[in-house]
């Protein structure tokens, strides 16, 4: 045979014997180069995706904040109260449009940045939510708050009323009184 493994050298005989174990490392290294970057392909999109999930828990966080404070601002005791209840509530409809806006267009909220949302079917669901928490929503808390407004401030007229009658009553009795002695 043309090639004798007895008659070869000890140094073509080492390099016979790594060459193959060369190639191997090679192929497994490059095998390993390229599944590592499919993973963090992978980790990108779950990252992607774990963001976009935090802002919808987000938005429906501000959304339960909402209708919890609604309870609260059904039994406000007075406007100062009232008032500082719709700064909170307006706090969580900003927090609300803020997460819904970084999911659809991508963007930095308080947690970090949101990557925009790619899948269209459920960009459609978010755009739906928005637009009704915008156009229902919004519109029946303000007239809550508009009603409870209304209340004290009927509640301060009937007070002022209430003041002025007496003292007219005062001044009606005081006449009489006067009026009586004469």
Not at 120 to 131: F, T
Request: proline share 2%; aromatic share 8%.
């Amino acid at each position: 045979s043309a090639l004798n493994w007895k008659n070869l050298l000890i140094q073509r005989k080492l390099i016979l014997g790594f060459v193959p174990v060369i190639l191997v490392l090679l192929v497994i290294g490059f095998l390993g180069f390229f599944n590592i970057q499919g993973i963090r392909s992978g980790m990108e999109e779950v990252s992607k995706s774990a963001s976009v999930a935090d802002a919808s828990m987000e938005m429906s966080l501000a959304l339960v904040n909402d209708r919890l404070l609604l309870m609260e601002i059904l039994t406000a005791g007075d406007k100062p109260e009232l008032d500082s209840m719709w700064a909170e509530r307006q706090e969580f409809d900003a927090m609300f449009d803020g997460y819904a806006s970084a999911i659809l267009n991508g963007g930095e909220t308080e947690m970090g940045y949101t990557h925009q949302l790619q899948d269209k079917a459920l960009a459609a669901v978010v755009e739906d939510v928005a637009k009704t928490h915008d156009a229902e929503f919004t519109p029946q808390m303000m007239d809550v708050y508009k009603n409870m407004t209304y209340k004290f401030t009927a509640e301060i007229d009937e007070e002022e009323g209430m003041q002025v009658m007496e003292s007219s009553y005062e001044e009606l009795t005081s006449g009489l009184e006067e009026l009586e002695e004469t």
